[in-house]
């Protein structure tokens, strides 16, 4: 006698290779999701390094040798560098709307709770800073060096009050990732 269908072992075996195809399938979408959460990851990364990279490259370009007063009155040299951070005053900012703004701007790179930051002040006299924006989050450390016409110094403090550093050496560790290295020329340096 003959009857029409499967039997218990042919859908079995229809079974398990089924099985088999689904979980290939998906830990090929897995696989899949991982390698581009992990590429979106790294290209947010890279723009996060590049962003830092061209605003202090802007900055240092355009740095001129403004000496500014502190909240107290007191006078302040051109360029302000340690192993902190470092503060500068740029030229080549646009004046927005129609009221009177400076086309000078001070700007300070520091190192704040794991965080590199950008500080920029409203006034270049006599002002707090205005504005922080953190930069680049996960910072273990920065190393800062500055050149002079005599070599690398690990403290800017120059004689003259004036004076600019011809170059800056920053190095940012991170607590992941690789070791950051940015060599920025400084635009108005004697």
Do not use: C
């Not at 390094?49 to 909240?71: C, F, G, K, M, Y």
């Not at 302000?80 to 790179?109: H, I």
Request: glycine share 10%; charged share 25%; hydrophobic share 45%.
């Amino acid at each position: 006698m003959r009857r029409n269908g499967f039997t218990l072992v042919e859908l079995l075996v229809a079974l398990t290779i089924f099985s088999m195809l689904a979980v290939a399938g998906v830990a090929l979408l897995r696989f899949s999701v991982d390698a581009q959460a992990a590429t979106g990851a790294r290209l947010k990364e890279l723009a996060a390094q590049r962003r830092v990279e061209s605003l202090i490259l802007a900055d240092a370009a355009q740095a001129v040798p403004r000496i500014t007063r502190n909240e107290a009155g007191d006078p302040v040299q051109a360029f302000e560098g340690d192993a902190s951070g470092f503060t500068l005053v740029r030229a080549g900012v646009d004046a927005l709307g129609e009221g009177a703004r400076p086309t000078l701007q001070k700007v300070r790179y520091s190192l704040d709770g794991g965080n590199l930051t950008r500080s920029s002040y409203a006034m270049l006299d006599g002002a707090a800073p205005a504005a922080t924006n953190i930069l680049l989050g996960g910072v273990a450390g920065l190393r800062l060096r500055y050149r002079s016409k005599d070599g690398w110094r690990d403290v800017w403090d120059p004689l003259r009050p004036d004076l600019m550093p011809r170059a800056i050496e920053l190095v940012v560790r991170r607590s992941q990732g690789p070791e950051m290295r940015y060599l920025f020329l400084v635009g108005a340096a004697a």
